[in-house]
């Protein structure tokens, strides 16, 4: 039973822009804190946004900051990844997460996740 799900990957030029979408449950979207994450084959999966219920300005990392933007519409129970001045190396599937079982803290580590997406392809090129 898959609780986030995950939308709008796909295949774009060097220097253009996607959003991601991800749609929870209202299980999985009440979490305290949710966030994408990006993965390329043979690599660690990668810490990208995370943006806190109730407070807290959202993290981006140092890698994206100032191209991708993460946001949420609590009406709709979806999380997005807005993308823009793609590179090469922002090919990755791409997942998102919530945290539900506890607070969160600061940016959640891998393992603070209890649920992920499915994942969604972004090619660049």
């Known amino acids: 039973d898959v609780q986030l799900v995950e939308s709008g990957g796909g295949s774009v030029q060097t220097g253009g822009s996607l959003s991601l979408s991800c749609v929870g449950s209202?299980?999985?979207?009440?979490?305290?804190?949710m966030g994408w994450w990006r993965q390329e084959p043979g690599k660690q999966r990668e810490n990208i946004a995370a943006?806190?219920?109730?407070?807290?300005?959202?993290y981006v990392a140092a890698s994206v900051k100032g191209r991708f933007l993460i946001s949420q519409d609590n009406a709709k129970n979806t999380l997005y990844l807005h993308m823009s001045s793609l590179r090469p190396e922002d090919t990755a599937m791409y997942y998102c997460?919530?945290?539900?079982?506890?607070?969160?803290?600061?940016?959640?580590?891998?393992?603070?996740?209890?649920?992920w997406g499915l994942g969604t392809q972004v090619t660049v090129s």
């Open positions: 209202p299980t999985t979207y009440s979490g305290s804190c």
């Open positions: 997460a919530s945290r539900t079982k506890g607070p969160c803290g600061g940016v959640p580590s891998i393992v603070e996740y209890d649920y």
């Open positions: 943006i806190f219920r109730g407070s807290g300005s959202p």
